[in-house]
T-cell receptor
Framework: GAVVSQHPSRVICKSGTSVKIECRSL??????MFWYRQFPKQSLMLMAT?????????EQGVEKDKFLINHASLTLSTLTVTSAHPEDSSFYIC??????????????FGEGSRLTVL | AQSVTQLGSHVSVSEGALVLLRCNYS??????LFWYVQYPNQGLQLLLK??????LVKGINGFEAEFKKSETSFHLTKPSAHMSDAAEYFC??????????FGQGTRLTINP
């Protein structure tokens, strides 16, 4: 149980275009989802916390207008990279916290999405 | 504020040898502790977790970790390394429902 699906796993786009990444909890409900960015051989950097039905909370230094997050249901959160540039190329990972385990901090992670901006 | 320190960004052991990945944390309240594993180009998979109760926690793939409050440590061990254990390992800490804070990761290499 506790499967998180992320799509697409790989995406290549031209500079200036927008890209949407979906994160779905397949077998549980998640009021909170998290979006991370990971550079090669580095740890995960939290970008934002996505709460169902409300605005996302962004970490310091993350541009909210650049990285649009929508959490419209208890099983789906989306990250849209707007007007993407080569420096946005990275591995983006989402995670979800099961409603039933919200007090433990435990997260389940998606498979990640590798974005390459040409 | 919470923080996690993983000692050694790269650990190399021989196949069949003991694996020891070190993790120390800082937390103002009793923490919840986690170890995750990441294979190349994949997300993170939970290996094991400590929330309350028994301080020696057993996880998947033969890994275990012991919560030592006096040492603020949560080291990950496996008695006998297998080639398939080669991956990146992340220690993480949270305080209840707060966000997870990750260590910098340790890359484990297994030598044949």
């Amino acid at each position: 149980g506790a499967v998180v699906s992320q799509h697409p796993s790989r995406v290549i786009c031209k500079s200036g275009t927008s890209v949407k990444i979906e994160c779905r909890s397949l077998d549980f409900q998640a009021t909170t989802m998290f979006w991370y960015r990971q550079f090669p051989k580095q740890s995960l950097m939290l970008m934002a916390t996505s709460n169902e039905g409300s605005k996302a909370t962004y970490e310091q230094g993350v541009e909210k207008d650049k990285f649009l997050i929508n959490h419209a249901s208890l099983t789906l959160s989306t990250l849209t990279v707007t007007s993407a540039h080569p420096e946005d190329s990275s591995f983006y990972i989402c995670s979800a916290r099961p409603l039933a385990r919200s007090n433990t901090g435990e997260l389940f992670f998606g498979e990640g999405s590798r974005l390459t901006v040409l | 504020a919470q923080s996690v320190t993983q000692l050694g960004s790269h650990v190399s052991v021989s196949e069949g040898a003991l694996v020891l990945l070190r993790c120390n944390y800082s937390s103002s309240v009793p923490p919840y502790l986690f170890w995750y594993v990441q294979y190349p180009n994949q997300g993170l998979q939970l290996l094991l977790k400590y929330t309350t109760g028994a301080t020696l926690v057993k996880g998947i793939n033969g890994f275990e970790a012991e919560f030592k409050k006096s040492e603020t440590s949560f080291h990950l061990t496996k008695p006998s390394a297998h080639m398939s254990d080669a991956a990146e390992y992340f220690c993480a800490v949270s305080q209840g429902a707060q966000k997870l804070v990750f260590g910098q990761g340790t890359r484990l290499t297994i030598n044949p």
